[in-house]
């Protein structure tokens, strides 16, 4: 035969997908998921069988591991140690399992993820719970398979006289399946058990009457029993668990926060580690010290608070951030039938009942068996002591065992069953074989038969020994519920105090979009004048606020950045500020128009937009309160290549006042002005002609009386009197302001209106900033053209005019 034609020339993936194929099915049937009947996984199985053979069992010593691990490998799993080890160990954590099945002394573990001592080290035997999943599996009551090398056999699954796959859960991940069952209050499950036998159309509301949800041995609470519920109808579902937690009040006037459960399968030492960085990065604030007093009494973490901390809110924060409190995903995959599959909580229990009528079944026909082999051997020596004489001489006549059976059979009738008894019977025992005792057994064996066979006959009689059986399993070992269950879920809501040290600061804010917050004490320590900033920016705000405040910044582009104070960066008074693009994402064109503080988004407060292109949009300003805040925000949706020119914010009692670039102002009342959600466009604010654009609009209380000051192109600034105009309404042409020259007018680039101590500064073409004080301009009415302030032949026209920004506490009027 040539050597090519001992290979095969296939294709890779099918070679790969068929391997791949077969793995998967061994990794999903016969390693990481557990059967439906039995709770169990194959190593699990395994190993309590293999306890159970070696008569490791809770009624006699403990013996080391290492001899169990060597055991299991030898005759039954063919892995490695460590993966059979650490399967045990599982099995003996009583924080892991709702009830043990392994009892082991020495170090198997901690809470904190520390390992067991090595196998040689400790020693186990099986839980007396354990026992009872093996109970009769030496009376034929579960099929049997070769082990892997042929030399010994093995159960498919064990007998599990309660409903374990509930009891302890199961976690596991295989190929294309995971899942993740919780563990179960012994008692609740075996009153679903009973009740589900009683009425087999039982729904999963009449089961939660009786099985209220998963009990985990850690204890915690469970929130949510509409997860609980979908979980046990589909077989996926989603609850929260959180810890225990308390808070008490220490010496000092001070609190402490002490946690004594936490959530199943939360590593702790992680968790106490998680909230001491939280400490120690000051992301929550209030925190004096964590400490974990764990001891042999109990688990104990204390959270001592600062003076004035806020109990409630650090505890809230600490739910919300750390695995305090996790979202548990049922995920309910067992193999039914060597299939993997999603089980709602009726099919899990049906399974069970199924395989419970099959081990009971099969025990009684064993016992039934053997109960009439040994009725019909006392029958025999019954007959054989009221003849006992003859039987003596028979069997002395004989001329050996078998010839004296013959005899026998053949002279009293006996069959060979009985004459082999007959024979085998020891001298001493013809001395005590009272006849009465016999018939006392006969009558026994009679009564056991007729009960053994009724089982069997009636599967009424059936179900009826299964409850009676899980009965006394309940009594022997149902404990109370370790997990509290509450129907709804809270939702934590964290006070920003507890993340942020409450500290007053001084904001900043350029229209190039250089922000920062500088501490109080650095201001007072510098000149006002010595503020950073580049050349060809100004300052919008400049604002006293607490770092607990938000700052909403609006753009040109009609966005706004949502800003917690504590979240702008903490720079000098002398240093420049860093750019807004580091907080939010902005474009490159963008600047920043207004600056609002805002302490709390409070009712009748409203925010009013002016745009370029003549429109204008009130909102009341609560709508602007964002809840995710990482990218810009629309404050208003901008027609084209419009852009706003202004934001002001009123009381819903101001009067608006509107200029154009040709010198046309419009005054009416806010109220003209219908408030609409946050991204409508607004409605026209006044009348342009083509070319024309709005400069400015203001806004100003009904009963003040500003002065409107106007700056030109042309270098010209006139102030004006309210009263020059007549109040109109909303979208009309508006009065002119200047006075139209054919050659050279005048447009106006800044519009204000003003009171006493407000300075107004503008810059150049040729780069030169200048300040007015209006104050000094003398009135003006609206037909002149105002006083030149500066010569624009050798200083270059107007190109940008704002209002000088001061030191404001805009909170003031608040916190009286």
Avoid at 113 to 123: C, S
Avoid at 254 to 264: A, F, G, H, L
Avoid at 440 to 449: P, T, V
Avoid at 537 to 552: M, R, S, Y
Wanted: aromatic residues 8%; charged residues 30%; glycine residues 6%.
């Amino acid at each position: 035969m040539p050597q090519s034609e001992k290979f095969l020339d296939l294709p890779l993936e099918e070679v790969i997908g068929d391997r791949f194929g077969r793995y998967s099915k061994y990794i999903i049937q016969d390693r990481a998921l557990p059967d439906v009947r039995d709770g169990l996984k194959p190593v699990q199985r395994r190993i309590l069988y293999a306890m159970f053979k070696e008569k490791n069992t809770h009624d006699k010593q403990f013996r080391k591991s290492a001899k169990t691990v060597g055991t299991v490998i030898g005759n039954y799993h063919p892995h490695g140690d460590s993966s059979v080890y650490e399967a045990m160990v599982r099995l003996s954590q009583d924080w892991k399992m709702r009830n043990v099945l392994i009892e082991m002394h020495g170090n198997n573990g901690s809470m904190d993820g520390d390992p067991a001592a090595a196998m040689r080290y400790t020693e186990a035997r099986l839980s007396s719970i354990a026992s009872e999943l093996l109970r009769d599996i030496n009376k034929d009551t579960v099929d049997l398979m070769p082990n892997f090398d042929d030399t010994d056999e093995e159960p498919v699954v064990l007998p599990a006289k309660f409903p374990n796959l509930l009891v302890n859960g199961s976690t596991g991940i295989s190929a294309g399946y995971a899942t993740d069952i919780p563990p179960h209050n012994l008692g609740e499950v075996i009153d679903g058990v009973i009740e589900r036998i009683d009425k087999p159309n039982s729904t999963v509301d009449e089961l939660m009457k009786f099985i209220k949800g998963p009990d985990f041995p850690t204890g915690g609470i469970i929130q949510g029993v509409e997860g609980i519920k979908k979980a046990y109808e589909t077989g996926r579902g989603k609850i929260v668990l959180r810890g225990r937690a308390q808070i008490e009040s220490i010496r000092g006037n001070r609190e402490q926060i002490v946690i004594d459960e936490i959530p199943y399968d939360v590593n702790k030492a992680n968790l106490v580690k998680k909230i001491d960085e939280l400490r120690l990065d000051r992301k929550v604030e209030g925190i004096s010290e964590v400490r974990d007093e764990t001891d042999r009494t109990g688990l104990r973490i204390v959270i001592e608070l600062k003076k004035d901390g806020n109990g409630e809110g650090v505890l809230n924060y600490l739910y919300k951030n750390t695995d305090l409190q996790v979202t548990y995903h049922f995920n309910m995959v067992a193999i039914q039938d060597r299939t993997p599959k999603w089980l709602s909580l009726t099919q899990m229990l049906d399974a069970y009942i199924e395989h419970q009528k099959d081990v009971v079944t099969r025990s009684t026909k064993y016992d039934l068996k053997h109960a009439k082999a040994r009725a019909h051997i006392v029958e025999g020596l019954i007959k054989a002591i009221s003849i006992l004489d003859e039987l003596v001489a028979t069997i002395r006549a004989s001329k050996d065992k078998q010839d004296a059976k013959k005899q026998i059979m053949e002279k009293y009738g006996f069959t060979e069953k009985q004459a082999e008894a007959i024979v085998m019977l020891q001298l001493y025992r013809l001395t005590n074989t009272d006849v009465t005792l016999l018939q006392q057994e006969a009558k026994e064996l009679k009564a056991q038969i007729e009960e053994l066979e009724s089982i069997l006959a009636s599967e009424k009689k059936l179900l009826q020994t299964i409850k009676n059986d899980l009965k006394q399993m309940k009594k022997q070992f149902s404990e109370r519920r370790r997990t509290i269950i509450e129907a709804e879920i809270e939702e934590l809501k964290i006070d920003i105090e507890v993340t942020v040290a409450s500290e007053d600061v001084l904001v900043s804010v350029t229209k190039e979009g250089y922000v920062k917050r500088t501490s109080l004490r650095s201001y007072a320590a510098s000149n006002s004048e010595d503020f950073a900033i580049k050349d060809d920016d100004h300052l919008v705000g400049l604002i006293e606020a607490n770092t607990t405040d938000k700052v909403l910044l609006f753009t040109n582009k009609g966005k706004y950045l949502y800003i917690p104070v504590h979240e702008l960066p903490d720079i000098r008074w002398k240093d420049i500020g860093q750019h807004v693009s580091n907080i939010v994402q902005i474009e490159k064109d963008e600047y920043i128009v207004h600056c609002v503080p805002i302490r709390e988004f409070k009712e009748d407060e409203y925010l009013i937009f002016f745009t370029k292109n003549g429109m204008v949009k009130r909102s009341e300003l609560k709508l602007y309160e964002a809840q995710r805040y990482s990218k810009p925000l629309i404050a208003l949706n901008l027609k084209k290549d419009d852009e706003v020119v202004q934001v002001c914010q009123t009381n819903g009692y101001s009067d608006i006042f509107i200029a154009s670039n040709r010198g046309y102002g419009l005054w009416y009342h806010e109220s003209e002005v219908p408030a609409v959600g946050q991204r409508a466009s607004g409605v026209k604010a006044i009348q342009l002609k083509d070319g024309e654009f709005v400069v400015g609009g203001q806004v100003f209380d009904d009963l003040s009386d500003p002065f409107l000051v106007v700056v030109t192109q042309r270098g010209a600034c006139k102030r004006m009197k309210l009263r020059e105009f007549e109040k109109s309404s909303r979208a009309k042409r508006g009065l002119l302001m200047l006075r139209e020259l054919k050659s050279k007018p005048h447009r106006i680039v800044g519009f204000y209106a003003t009171y006493e101590k407000d300075t107004i500064k503008f810059t150049t073409s040729k780069g030169e900033t200048h300040e007015i004080f209006p104050l000094e301009l003398p009135n003006s009415d609206r037909s002149s053209n105002g006083s030149f302030i500066i010569d624009t032949d050798n200083q270059g026209e107007v190109v940008e005019v704002w209002k000088k920004v001061t030191y404001e506490k805009p909170f003031d009027q608040q916190v009286e």
